[in-house]
């Protein structure tokens, strides 16, 4: 994993042997066209780096400190006409209180960045601290690679005294991977790899050398579970080793321990991992929900190693497997609790927010679109924070119509997303802006007011399932709420909050160059434009979900 040397922290050996991060906090991030080969088939892709020559699947490592300031640059110097030449970055799970306009979202907190143009994010991380990534939030450009991850260390770290060792080498991303290029998919998303820290195997493919996690035995390890996925959900885990869950989306855990991790579109966890096994190797897994023959981890697909200082440069033998479960029962989001007990807004009972809204999502094939209470988002060609700034005042003047909630000032929410109303179940859902507690969790009936897991990506599960979520409007900002399933947020699978709309104008001070984004993209060649303004079509995916609404009679 390539790491961006501006904001790299340096860890300082103590006499117990922890770390001491320290760190620098001003970086550029170079957005280019690169030929990649990350599981040995070659294509062009979307690719971030510290600079334009060491860019590469699976962006660079950008670490900061809980209370720090940020001022990265974003320079863009895309030129296939293939995909994608502007681009835009979300810094996922950073709520960027005060910096809206910082957040990403094209045509919803920004115009593009332009190709041969640079812009400079500047937010901090005044609460924050945890797990987080960037990517790509403009069309499906993080599916063709824009994407890596982001680590906030906090030096009064409440789980200190649980693990040993927390640095670059803990961190384990995983990716799906395609062989052509997203505007080219059609029908659902197959991958043909997973990636493990921006490695993996094709079926049929070379015998590519797969990412090698080295611990030394005795010591614990805070490793850094991230879903950078496009499209596929994972089951995780690490052959031999219990994973103590300790965080989840930046939020801190009670301690939790399973043998396997659910992973859908976004979410992030850390575990600890105690290296207290025999010293050898040992697969890591991650098994995607689908795939071009990947529903095997035969020739090394869908894995990783972990190997013990000592033990033999060789793979684990294929025949090393075991229960997913361990014995230990299966992971389940309802048994996550966060570390301070904290309960969750609102009053302990149902409907027991100020406001209460019940989103239902459906797929209508006659309109080719999925659907949040009967509407499909279509990115407006003036982003929704720009239209506010100039003077909207409320959810009816903005657009898209029917796609934007407008929310009181400092009010408890509640949202419910009953499951399984749409194809392709379950669906992750991200709110941009706000952590929020998860009530009522996928595959659980039981309410939980007393202490349920707070995070920034839920599972809204299947058909019985209700999820509900709430969070407090202490935020004000222009906030997206979609499916992190890429090509369903292409479809329409999202709203905007708009949250305290007069306080929005008056705490957020875009700079300069943020207003000139839009200038500069209305001035682009249609061809350069036309593929991000809009929702991506996909026939056959569409026709593939249709299919699968009507088998299901949800339509």
């Not at 994993?1 to 770390?19: I, S």
């Not at 321990?257 to 190797?281: C, D, E, H, W």
């Not at 659907?371 to 407006?380: D, E, R, V």
């Not at 959810?395 to 499951?419: F, H």
């Given at each position: 994993?390539?790491?961006?040397?501006?904001?790299?922290?340096?860890?300082?050996?103590?006499?117990?042997?922890?770390?001491?991060?320290?760190?620098?906090?001003?970086?550029?991030?170079y957005i280019v066209n690169k030929d990649v080969s990350p599981d040995g088939f070659t294509r062009s892709a979307v690719v971030a780096g510290s600079s334009?020559?060491?860019?590469?699947?699976?962006?660079?490592?950008?670490?900061?400190?809980?209370?720090?300031?940020?001022?990265?640059?974003?320079?863009?110097?895309?030129?296939?006409?293939?995909?994608?030449?502007?681009?835009?970055?979300?810094?996922?799970?950073?709520?960027?209180?005060?910096?809206?306009?910082?957040?990403?979202?094209?045509?919803?907190?920004?115009?593009?960045?332009?190709?041969?143009?640079?812009?400079?994010?500047?937010?901090?991380?005044?609460?924050?601290?945890?797990?987080?990534?960037?990517?790509?939030?403009?069309?499906?450009?993080?599916?063709?690679?824009?994407?890596?991850?982001?680590?906030?260390?906090d030096r009064d770290d409440p789980h200190r005294s649980l693990y040993d060792i927390d640095d670059e080498t803990t961190v384990l991303t995983l990716a799906d991977w395609y062989h052509i290029l997203s505007k080219d998919f059609h029908g659902p998303a197959i991958p043909d790899a997973t990636l493990i820290n921006g490695v993996g195997r094709y079926s049929g493919g070379p015998k590519v050398p797969l990412s090698v996690v080295s611990v030394r035995k005795g010591k614990k390890y805070r490793m850094r579970l991230l879903s950078m996925s496009c499209d596929a959900h994972f089951v995780f885990q690490i052959n031999g080793h219990d994973l103590t869950i300790i965080e989840a989306d930046g939020v801190s855990?009670?301690?939790?321990?399973?043998?396997?991790?659910?992973?859908?579109?976004?979410?992030?966890?850390?575990?600890?991992?105690?290296?207290?096994?025999?010293?050898?190797?040992?697969?890591?897994?991650?098994?995607?929900?689908?795939?071009?023959?990947?529903?095997?981890?035969?020739?090394?697909?869908?894995?990783?190693i972990l190997?013990?200082?000592?033990?033999?440069?060789?793979?684990?033998?294929?025949?090393?497997?075991?229960?997913?479960?361990?014995?230990?029962?299966?992971?389940?989001?309802?048994?996550?609790?966060?570390?301070?007990?904290?309960?969750?807004?609102?009053?302990?009972?149902?409907?027991?927010?100020?406001?209460?809204?019940?989103?239902?999502?459906?797929?209508?094939?006659?309109?080719?679109?999925?659907?949040?209470?009967?509407?499909?988002?279509?990115?407006?060609?003036?982003?929704?924070?720009?239209?506010?700034?100039?003077?909207?005042?409320?959810?009816?003047?903005?657009?898209?119509?029917?796609?934007?909630?407008?929310?009181?000032?400092?009010?408890?929410?509640?949202?419910?997303?009953?499951?399984?109303?749409a194809p392709s179940s379950p669906h992750p859902m991200h709110l941009h802006g706000h952590t929020f507690s998860v009530i009522r969790s996928a595959g659980s009936s039981t309410y939980n007011y007393k202490n349920p897991i707070r995070r920034d990506v839920v599972s809204t599960g299947d058909l019985g399932d209700n999820v509900t979520i709430r969070f407090t409007t202490d935020n004000a900002g222009s906030w997206f709420l979609h499916c992190h399933i890429d090509p369903h947020l292409e479809l329409g699978l999202a709203v905007v909050f708009a949250e305290s709309i007069k306080d929005i104008r008056a705490s957020t001070a875009p700079p300069t160059p943020w207003q000139q984004l839009c200038p500069t993209w209305a001035k682009l060649a249609e061809e350069d434009s036309r593929i991000a303004s809009g929702n991506h079509q996909d026939t056959a995916l569409i026709a593939a979900l249709a299919n699968e609404a009507s088998a299901k009679g949800l339509i």
């Open positions: 994993m390539g790491l961006l040397l501006a904001l790299l922290p340096l860890f300082l050996a103590t006499a117990n042997g922890a770390v001491s991060p320290q760190f620098r906090t001003n970086a550029d991030l334009s020559t060491n860019a590469g699947v699976t962006g660079p490592l950008l670490t900061g400190l809980k209370g720090g300031s940020y001022n990265i640059k974003v320079h863009d110097k895309l030129t296939n006409a293939d995909m994608i030449k502007g681009t835009s970055i979300h810094w996922h799970g950073l709520l960027q209180r005060g910096s809206g306009w910082a957040d990403g979202p094209a045509f919803v907190n920004q115009c593009p960045i332009s190709s041969g143009q640079t812009f400079a994010y500047q937010f901090s991380s005044p609460t924050e601290a945890g797990t987080y990534w960037y990517h790509s939030h403009i069309g499906l450009q993080y599916c063709d690679g824009l994407r890596g991850p982001f680590v906030i260390y855990t009670q301690p939790y321990t399973v043998r396997s991790i659910q992973m859908l579109a976004g979410q992030r966890y850390s575990f600890v991992l105690n290296a207290n096994k025999p010293v050898g190797n040992y697969w890591i897994r991650a098994q995607p929900n689908g795939g071009n023959n990947l529903l095997t981890f035969d020739g090394g697909l869908n894995s990783a190997r013990y200082v000592g033990a033999p440069a060789i793979e684990p033998p294929a025949s090393q497997v075991e229960d997913p479960n361990g014995g230990l029962g299966a992971f389940k989001e309802v048994n996550l609790h966060p570390l301070n007990n904290a309960p969750a807004p609102g009053k302990p009972k149902a409907g027991g927010a100020d406001v209460n809204l019940n989103l239902v999502m459906s797929f209508e094939p006659s309109t080719e679109a999925f659907m949040l209470n009967g509407h499909s988002w279509h990115s407006p060609q003036l982003p929704v924070l720009n239209q506010i700034l100039s003077g909207a005042s409320t959810a009816q003047q903005l657009l898209p119509a029917d796609s934007i909630i407008e929310l009181p000032k400092n009010k408890v929410i509640e949202l419910s997303i009953p499951g399984g109303l």
